[in-house]
């Protein structure tokens, strides 16, 4: 089954930068699309990023466009998430998740990483 490991959560000044990656095992990476949620304190969690098999597409919620870049590397099966210009609004916890090509909707879910935007 597969696995997901996000890493490289942290404290970051309101305007800074962070680079999220998730490491993905137990199946064919390139199978999969992949995508990035968050859920901060008190609210559902929400759709950020998503991209396909080959990283050929990619969609963002609108509150991230042009901050935010999902990437992958299917060499190193790996997702990531370049997180730029972060505001006050970002914080939460960034789950990665998979989508293997027979199933709906995202299936498979990492921890978790936490973020920390301070003013």
């Known amino acids: 089954q597969v696995q997901l490991v996000e890493s490289g959560g942290g404290l970051v000044q309101a305007g800074g930068s962070l680079r999220l990656s998730c490491a993905f095992s137990?199946?064919?990476?390139?199978?999969?699309?992949m995508g990035w949620f968050r859920q901060a304190p008190g609210k559902e969690r929400e759709f950020v990023a998503t991209?396909?098999?080959?990283?050929?597409?990619?969609y963002y919620t609108d509150s991230v466009k042009g901050r935010f870049t999902i990437s992958r590397d299917n060499a190193k099966n790996t997702v990531y998430l370049q997180m730029n210009s972060l505001k006050p609004e970002d914080p939460a916890v960034y789950y990665c998740?998979?989508?293997?090509?027979?199933?709906?909707?995202?299936?498979?879910w990492g921890q978790g990483t936490q973020v920390t935007v301070s003013s």
């Open positions: 991209i396909s098999m080959n990283g050929g597409n990619t």
């Open positions: 137990g199946r064919t990476f390139s199978w999969y699309a």
């Open positions: 998740a998979a989508r293997s090509p027979l199933d709906s909707d995202f299936s498979s």
